[in-house]
């Protein structure tokens, strides 16, 4: 019976995802279903070398231990997941295990898993290495990413059913979690990157994806083609191994340099096209594919632990004197929506709380005033002889943050708030979060499923966020127990209600993907997740 619930849901995901699913193509055409096409050019060309301009660096091969845009996209091609996500539906596909059943209560899940997966090293693929990757997760607790934390929070472990069925289980009931198998924070790993030590895993890993990592440096990440993979998931339609010889990420941060290295054809796609220059690819004849992006839309979240915003009503002046609509249209485009609640409007269990996030900096001036922060002779407010300044953290994965945080900052300053912008890289966010040493961090999350209002706002360990008890949390342990989609949009929105009305978190716009590529590209797609999908069946004419 559950398990009929909770396909309903995954039902009710995929019309909001399909809805979600935006894709742009100038010049060489485009098909309905997530891919450029660069026209009609044929059957497809094997070999050739796929070059990919990134924003930033990845920071590791580990796809449990960063999360960031880039080490999502270069770690997508080497692992594979135990099931697929239809990225136009948002139904749950085979990939590594061909069938599944997950118990009434959605705490046992049993995966029965496909024949003849092997990974690079000829390791062949069985229950028992699905268990020592689960082993691996709670032995590793500690050292996992933020973001992967919550969705394990409950893990207990795995079993072996026999040599090609493991079952996966957990404390209380986790109705996303097919989801969550889905992304390649959870992909499964080889024996040989289990057995290394966590810190050795940055450039040292083996999957069973369709490219096998053959160089991991700061500025470029290089990929070569595995010739017997034959276990695409099912989203990709795609039999055997894949048409590329190789990938090559090179790591190009300057905005203008990575347009202008697309225009010119020394790359052949670019991450993170910067909103500026969307116009432009689309004039000259480059392919545009974009969708946008469910999930946790950008925003700072406050670290409620620190003064002075352990005090909600001055999250929430700070929040009224910040103009989402004037961020959108002075740095972004309108292929971007401002924020009309915590989660995109993409994602399923979305609710518009556009009304709360209103522009009223003379509310919050009042607020600011009856909580005894005055304005001093330069303009900053003051309180007992301190100064409202206020610290954000944040890390270049988007060409958009620089510029979003700056307005920011300068709207406000018009409140008399000083925002000191913090720029950091990927491991000092993590250690500067685990040591509260930031006012507030710039964040957004991935996700079709709105259980990342969970991972992102659970104060269970670690929280990050320092997000006190309330009314909140039991909100996020209930919707993760219930399998009707009605009955738990209606939590999710009360959820997403009280982290508006507590300003747990301060939304500013929704994220869009968007992904340029030359002409000769073919077959280049995005995920369900909005990140770049496996390039499996790309290819180059």
Not at 181 to 197: E, H, K, N, W, Y
Not at 361 to 374: F, S
Request: negative net charge; contains cysteine; aromatic residues 6%.
């Amino acid at each position: 019976m559950y398990a009929k619930k909770f396909r309903s849901r995954m039902a009710l995901a995929a019309a909001t995802a399909a809805a979600a699913l935006l894709l742009g193509a100038c010049g060489g055409g485009s098909t309905d279903d997530g891919t450029s096409t660069g026209g009609d050019a044929g059957a497809p060309r094997q070999g050739g070398t796929l070059t990919v301009a990134l924003q930033s660096p990845a920071q590791s091969a580990n796809p449990r231990a960063f999360t960031d845009t880039s080490a999502v996209y270069v770690n997508r091609q080497i692992f594979d997941s135990l099931v697929d996500q239809d990225p136009k539906t948002g139904e749950i596909l085979p990939w590594l295990a061909s069938s599944w059943h997950v118990n009434d209560s959605a705490t046992e899940f049993t995966f029965h898993l496909r024949d003849g997966v092997t990974f690079s090293d000829g390791t062949p693929l069985t229950a028992d290495v699905v268990k020592a990757n689960f082993d691996d997760i709670l032995a590793n607790k500690a050292k996992l990413n933020p973001a992967i934390v919550p969705v394990v929070s409950e893990l207990t472990g795995a079993t072996v059913v026999d040599p090609t069925t493991v079952t996966v289980t957990f404390a209380k009931p986790h109705a996303a979690f097919l989801v969550d198998s889905a992304r390649v924070a959870l992909a499964i790993q080889a024996p040989a990157t289990l057995a290394l030590p966590w810190d050795q895993r940055v450039d040292k890993v083996v999957g069973s994806g369709p490219f096998v990592l053959d160089a991991f440096g700061t500025n470029q990440i290089t990929l070569t083609r595995r010739a017997d993979y034959a276990w695409a998931g099912d989203s990709l339609r795609h039999t055997g191994a894949a048409h590329l010889d190789k990938i090559v990420f090179k790591v190009v941060p300057e905005s203008s340099v990575r347009t202008g290295s697309l225009k010119s054809g020394q790359v052949d796609v670019i991450a993170d096209v910067p909103a500026a220059d969307i116009g432009t690819l689309r004039d000259s004849g480059q392919q545009l594919v974009t969708t946008a992006n469910p999930g946790l839309v950008w925003g700072l979240v406050p670290i409620s632990e620190r003064t002075p915003l352990n005090d909600p009503n001055i999250r929430r002046a700070l929040s009224l004197a910040i103009n989402r609509t004037e961020v959108r249209d002075t740095v972004l485009t309108e292929d971007f929506a401002t924020a009309t609640s915590v989660l995109a409007s993409t994602t399923p269990g979305y609710v518009d709380l556009g009304a709360s996030l209103a522009y009223d900096p003379a509310q919050a001036g009042r607020l600011l005033d009856a909580a005894g922060w005055t304005r001093s002779g330069d303009g900053v407010r003051e309180k007992d002889g301190r100064k409202l300044t206020l610290v954000a953290a944040w890390f270049k994965i988007s060409s958009a943050a620089q510029k979003s945080l700056e307005l920011i900052q300068a709207q406000l300053a018009k409140a008399g708030v000083d925002l000191q912008l913090l720029e950091q890289t990927g491991q000092q966010i993590v250690d500067g979060l685990k040591e509260v040493k930031y006012d507030f961090f710039w964040t957004n999350g991935t996700s079709a499923d709105g259980d990342i209002l969970r991972s992102s706002f659970s104060n269970a360990p670690p929280n990050y966020y320092r997000i006190p008890d309330g009314p909140l949390q039991p909100l996020l342990t209930q919707q993760l127990a219930t399998g009707d989609p009605a009955a738990r949009n209606q939590l999710l929105a009360q959820a997403q209600q009280q982290i508006i009305d507590q300003a747990l978190y301060l939304p500013v716009y929704e994220q869009t993907t968007v992904l340029g590529a030359v002409k000769k590209v073919h077959g280049l797609g995005l995920a369900a997740g909005a990140g770049l999908a496996p390039l499996v069946n790309v290819w180059v004419s």
